[in-house]
């Protein structure tokens, strides 16, 4: 019998079709067994490389220049089997197909009849495919036929009259398609590399969990209100550790101890129910790397993956991709940080290397930090995944927060019910209070800057990029530092450290900052002003304040002010805020934020866009046009996290003289992108338009630009416009 081959090194090894095959299916098999489709794995992972049987791919494996896709064959097979009417199979079918004809170049629209042969969309490609007539028969005799596959189980059938039951379906092929993608890139890289590539998973949980217990030992015998209540709050997350899988919160003061109580809880339940991992969700990335040390001092460094864009994934000791690195590729590691965008947007991406991590979320413990930060306008969006994740998936989700958004009828619509571990918390927030809030109404700019300067020491948080730099324009000086995103994620890092170095030697600080610095970033000042904004962001900036409670609370003040500025953006919250604040007396209570986000929440049915579902996502699934019946590529390019598209300028310094130049010769990699983003600014395209009219820019290369006049980064603030001063501000 003739061989076939799938893949052939550059020394001429080759690896038969049949055993990359037979190793994809079981590796496929294997990642979907956690979410209860092993055998629908299996069949996609058999058949993904059927067109490869063909006369044409055998003479591309040995030189042959013939163009041709191989990914249709299989997806065909399915296809015209899903056309079979009274076929049991045929919706599981169906997503076979998709899999299939996406595992190189990602998970298709469905597309329509008037779709022609050159479009992008699975009706073209299945098009292409019977117009081709390239032989792939031989398939039979090393494959056999398709399996017969079971009908899918009620929950996720799709019915014509019910959009809403559309989601589990379009969701149930993306994490077959993650199982699929994943499995083909492990089984052909072992090959590639001989077995040279060594993956490390970690250790086990029973190893991590003893870690965890010694580590915590160290605060076992405090005395004292707080220690007390910290114990309590401990004590509950063990406690419901044990109870079943579903939505939790925990809603705890600032102070509270949440990043340890919720990983005890999150280790427990995992022990109870037998999971694979933790997943620990972080809305920015100024404060991940902070997150990331805490895990890997407790657990070990190669226990835990921190995921976000400026990850430094350093080669190893023989120059070769680290661990950290290939782990990051499908989150193969006990423990995973990551941000609200890289978690987010991997659960709606079409893309193989966004999609190839999803079935490691399956079976997972999976914490939204500072759960408030959930983005408005995708809100609806993401409470959908969560709560998928949740009933179909194996998942548990723990809502994290001081400031609790109010989410149960949210989540009713999703038939989710979240219960909370601490519910005589609400008792604790006295205990924990160490601020008091005081509103001073507007204020001039020149009298906040006499305040601050009078204050010695403080925190002063603005609502724009451009009303930090007009603050600190005025009292630059010995002491006084900027915060925002003009500039780059290596120097805000560095002043970040030099502020703290400051404050714990009790030397003048001084900082204006943006809301940056209020999602957990550790600082402590005895005094803070933020102007008005969302309630969340004004208790979040009260948390920087006395964070210690080394000093009494009333003493202790966060001033709520305004400015003369035109805000369009921050009407709406700036207005529910001061509905809440003439409401209730304690502005950061339980009662007085819930109330907040149940009119942050309210939707009007006379507006003409849902504005927790802005980009219409959920919408767009399940619509009665056929083309959109699987829109996977719509929804990946509609889903977009960062509310705007945004482009990198690359500021040039002593050490980046390889990055500016891949950029300037177009010669960009994955490792080179990731290096990139530590030290460029992202800018709205407008922006980025009007530094390359005052042609100040390299020529723009995958939209990075290198800043070739270091003139307009200003060594404080960041990248400037220079003819009026102002940051590129949003």
């Known amino acids: 019998m003739k061989e076939y081959f799938a893949h052939k090194t550059e020394d001429g090894r080759k690896q038969t079709l049949l055993d990359h095959s037979e190793g994809t299916a079981e590796r496929a098999a294997k990642f979907a067994e956690s979410f209860g489709f092993a055998e629908e794995a299996r069949a996609g992972g058999k058949f993904h490389d059927a067109g490869k049987y063909s006369p044409i791919f055998q003479r591309r494996l040995d030189g042959g220049k013939e163009s041709y896709e191989h990914s249709s064959a299989g997806m065909y097979l399915f296809a015209k089997r899903m056309s079979v009417k009274g076929s049991p199979s045929r919706q599981i079918d169906m997503l076979e197909a998709y899999i299939i004809a996406g595992h190189h170049s990602g998970l298709p629209d469905t597309g329509s009849s008037a779709d022609t042969e050159d479009d992008p969309t699975f009706r073209a490609k299945l098009r292409r495919r019977e117009n081709s007539g390239v032989d792939f028969e031989a398939y039979k005799d090393e494959l056999g036929e398709l399996p017969a596959l079971r009908a899918l189980p009620a929950d996720f059938v799709p019915r014509g009259n019910d959009p809403d039951s559309f989601f589990p379906f379009q969701f149930l092929g993306r994490m077959l398609f993650s199982s699929l993608v994943d499995a083909d890139f492990l089984d052909t890289e072992e090959f590639m590399s001989d077995g040279k590539v060594v993956r490390d998973g970690g250790g086990s949980f029973d190893v991590l969990s003893e870690k965890f217990e010694r580590h915590m030992e160290k605060f076992s015998g405090k005395t004292g209100k707080l220690c007390e209540n910290r114990g309590r709050i401990l004590k509950d997350c063990k406690r419901a550790a044990n109870l079943e899988k579903g939505v939790w919160r925990l809603t705890v003061p600032t102070g509270g101890g949440k990043t340890l109580s919720s990983m005890a809880f999150a280790l427990g339940h995992l022990k109870k129910h037998g999971m694979k991992r933790i997943i620990y969700v972080i809305p920015y990335i100024s404060i991940i790397k902070q997150t990331v040390a805490i895990f890997e001092d407790i657990f070990g460094a190669e226990n835990v993956l921190g995921h976000y864009s400026t990850a430094d994934f350093r080669p190893d000791e023989n120059g070769e991709r680290s661990a950290a690195e290939l782990a990051s590729e499908n989150w193969d590691k006990p423990i995973i940080v990551t941000t609200n965008v890289q978690f987010f947007e991997s659960l709606f991406a079409n893309r193989t290397s966004s999609c190839r991590k999803l079935h490691n979320i399956a079976d997972s413990v999976i914490i939204f930090d500072e759960a408030q930060m959930l983005r408005v306008g995708l809100l609806r969006p993401c409470l959908r995944a969560i709560s998928e994740l949740v009933k179909n998936y194996r998942c548990t989700a723990l809502l994290c927060t001081a400031t609790q958004p109010a989410l149960e009828k949210l989540l009713a619509d999703n038939s989710i019910t979240a219960r909370e571990i601490c519910p005589e918390v609400g008792e604790m927030y006295s205990d924990f209070a160490r601020v ?295």
């Open 436 to 730: 008091r809030y005081e509103r001073i109404g507007k204020i001039s700019d020149d009298e906040l800057c006499e305040r601050l300067l009078e204050s010695g020491s403080a925190l002063c948080v603005l609502n724009t990029k451009k009303g930090v730099r007009a603050i600190y324009d005025r009292i630059r000086g010995e002491g006084v530092f900027h915060l925002s995103t003009n500039m780059t994620p290596e120097h805000l890092g560095r002043c970040i450290e030099t502020i703290r170095e400051r404050l714990n030697e009790h030397k003048r600080c001084i900082v204006i900052s943006t809301s940056l610095i209020e999602a957990g970033v550790d600082v402590d000042f005895p005094v803070v002003f933020r102007e008005n904004a969302g309630l969340d962001s004004i208790i979040q900036a009260g948390g920087r304040c006395n964070r210690e409670g080394k000093n009494p609370a009333d003493e202790s003040v966060v001033y709520i002010f305004s400015r003369d500025e035109d805000q369009p953006k921050f009407e709406e919250v700036k207005s529910i805020t001061n509905r809440v604040c003439e409401l209730f007396d304690n502005i950061s209570s339980p009662e007085a934020i819930h109330d907040y986000f149940e009119r942050l929440y309210k939707t009007s049915p006379y507006e003409k866009k849902d504005k927790l579902d802005e980009n219409n996502i959920l919408g767009l699934i399940g619509q009665k046009d056929v083309k959109m019946i699987l829109p996977y590529r719509e929804i990946s390019d509609r889903f977009r996290y960062i509310e705007k598209e945004q482009k990198l300028v690359l500021i040039p310094d002593d050490k980046n003289g390889e990055l500016c130049g891949a950029v300037r010769s177009g010669k960009l990699s994955r490792k080179i992108l990731r290096e990139i983003t530590k030290c460029s600014v992202a800018v709205y395209p407008y922006q980025f338009d009007e530094l390359r009219k005052c042609g100040v820019l390299s020529d723009e290369c995958g939209g990075i630009a290198v800043l070739e006049d270091k003139s307009w980064y200003d060594k404080d603030c960041g990248l400037v416009i220079k003819e009026t001063g102002e940051g590129i501000f949003g």
